[in-house]
């Protein structure tokens, strides 16, 4: 069943959605969606550096984006969350990556696949490292969910209960450096920011807890990951923009929403 | 044993020096105060306590095992956090529904448990925050101007309800106030902070001195006035030391200061070190 190129794009959208949920869902609730734009756009430099060092793609992108991760934790830490510090590592690392991009020989023809995705390219192999991940990240929040709520409360509160802030936090920069890894492929890097941060908005005018925030935008997102295929396969379309535009749609609908108080 | 100790704890923030020299334990089940001006370090001070800062100079000893309750003076929910106060009360840790719905009645607020965190008042949110604190079955029970979102005869009940909170659930209590006159009569211990201990001492004791009467007096007039006599202290710490006002010096040498007075006193003085053990 895997055979169709159309049944592996879908599985991979399926994935993708399931796993930037829960994380959107964070990145929302902590104001991070400069952080997944920051991380993600690290990971054209990684694309660039797997391929001259030869290592794979994927762990060049991997560890690049955690290094992004790891700098701009340390600098919210320091007090430089500001806009400018992180806007300059993020655009710079852009740049960095596009310039990287076009002196590897070999790279240049794909590189619009790595800031836009390349869905429909899927193979069986990035299937199992999609969903490999993903599979680790969901289990990963699922075991520091409590902590990472906690956390994400206040910093004060956490260590009154003795938990650590900053080694939650750390769960996210690694969770968040994997999904980007993973999904580069799919949504590519100029979108992943959107996959996380869109559904999880879109869901939260209909949620009463923080699960059920994580749950709907698991579905929104979902939804947006099979009906941006659809349509992208009906209009021909690019199949990663389509997707979110889609989520996109869902989030003007659900805002829409009165939300219910008492 | 003392739940929590500091030995000569300075503490630098934002290159800043906001605490100094603070030495004090907290006993168990007793009721301490932490009275101060705006920027004295209270906060700072309760910071240390839960570990949530670690001390630039000296040292924060905790019992081992210590089960804290921390209520900050105000927390900041995202608006796009859907945290039903129900859902608030089993973080970290669940609880169950009847201890859930236990612990918010003794807060006063039963009726809130189905309402969303972003959706109450400030005293509310801070009676639920107690109701959350109350839930870790606290040794220690941190309150940081748990008064502050309430009205008058809210604030009154609830220092008279602090007494009960002990009694029942046997634990410590570090309080931080402005509401010196109503304070005085619920608390055990008071300790004046303006980025170093000012002065420290049984609320009796303290309160029989004719000096306390003159600092303190009872009502908004007697509050004014400390706060005077703390704003004559400065935050040039070089100079600290001497620094203090007349009034102030004169109340550190009837016995206002903390190596002085209060039966806790004697151990916790500044220059003293209580060990936590
Ligand atoms: N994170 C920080 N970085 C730099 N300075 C800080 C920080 N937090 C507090 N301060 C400074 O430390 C001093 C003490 O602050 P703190 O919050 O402990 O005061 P407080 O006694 O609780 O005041 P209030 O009565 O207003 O609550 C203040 O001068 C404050 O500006
Ligand atoms: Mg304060």
């Known amino acids: 069943m895997f055979d169709s190129f159309l049944t592996r794009a879908a599985l991979a959208g399926l994935g993708i959605a399931l796993v930037s949920a829960p994380l959107g869902c964070f990145v929302v609730w902590r ?36 290094a992004m991760g790891l700098a701009v934790a340390w600098l919210g830490r320091r007090g430089h969350s500001s806009d400018a510090s992180i806007g300059v590592l993020s655009h710079g690392a852009l740049a960095f990556g596009l310039v990287a991009v076009a002196l590897t020989p070999g790279l240049r023809g794909d590189l619009s696949s790595y800031l836009f995705g390349d869905i429909l390219a899927v193979t069986r192999g990035d299937l199992a490292v999609i969903w490999g991940g993903a599979a680790a990240v969901m289990a990963l929040l699922a075991w520091r969910w409590r902590a990472l709520l906690t956390a994400t409360l206040g910093p004060d509160l956490a260590r009154a209960a003795g938990i650590d802030p900053r080694r939650e936090e750390l769960v996210l920069v690694v969770a968040l450096a994997v999904v980007v890894a993973v999904a580069l492929k799919v949504v590519g890097a100029l979108l992943i920011g959107a996959m996380l941060v869109i559904p999880a908005a879109a869901a939260r005018p209909l949620a009463r807890t923080p699960e059920a925030m994580a749950l709907l935008a698991a579905l929104l997102g979902a939804a947006s990951a099979l009906g941006g ?16 535009c889609l989520a996109a749609v869902l989030f003007a609908i659900t805002a829409m929403v009165p939300r219910r108080t008492g | 044993m003392s739940l929590v100790a500091l030995e000569r704890v300075g503490v630098s923030l934002g290159g800043r020096r906001v605490l100094e020299g603070v030495s004090l334990a907290i006993e168990p089940g007793e009721i301490v105060t932490v009275v101060g001006p705006n920027g004295s370090g209270k906060t700072t001070l309760m910071r240390l306590v839960i570990g949530a800062l670690t001390p630039s100079e000296g040292r924060v000893l905790r019992a081992p095992g210590l089960t804290v309750g921390y209520v900050p003076q105000k927390l900041h929910v995202d608006p796009g956090l859907p945290l039903s106060v129900r859902r608030f009360l089993s973080l970290p840790r669940p609880v169950s529904r009847a201890e859930a719905a236990g612990a918010l009645e003794e807060a006063g607020v039963g009726h809130l448990a189905g309402r969303q965190m972003t959706e109450l008042s400030g005293g509310q ?12 079955r606290p040794q220690l029970l941190i309150l940081d101007e748990p008064t502050q979102g309430l009205d008058q005869q809210g604030s009154a009940a609830f220092y008279r309800q602090i007494e009960e909170l002990r009694q029942r659930h046997g634990c410590a209590i570090l309080l931080v106030s402005h509401d010196l006159h109503v304070v005085m009569a619920a608390t055990d211990r008071v300790i004046c902070l303006n980025g170093h201990v000012c002065c420290e001492g049984a609320p009796a004791q303290v309160a029989s001195a004719p000096e306390y009467r003159a600092l303190f007096g009872t009502g908004t007039q007697g509050a004014l006035a400390l706060y005077r006599h703390e704003h004559d202290h ?44």
């Open chain 1, 229 to 244: 295929l659809w349509l992208a396969y009906l209009f021909d379309t690019p199949a990663g923009p389509s997707i979110v």
């Open chain 2, 125 to 136: 949110a801070q009676r639920v925050m107690l109701a959350r604190a109350l839930t870790a």
């Open chain 1, 31 to 66: 104001r991070m969606a400069y952080f997944g734009h920051a991380t993600a756009h690290a990971s054209i430099l990684g694309v660039a550096l797997g391929m001259v060092l030869s290592v794979s793609i994927l762990w060049g992108a991997l560890a690049v984006a955690l």
């Open chain 2, 234 to 277: 400065g935050h040039d710490h070089a100079a600290h030391a001497h620094a203090h006002g007349p009034e102030d010096g004169a109340a550190d040498a009837r016995g206002l200061a903390l190596d002085a007075a209060g039966p806790h006193g004697a151990g916790a003085g500044p220059g003293t070190g209580t060990g936590a053990s």
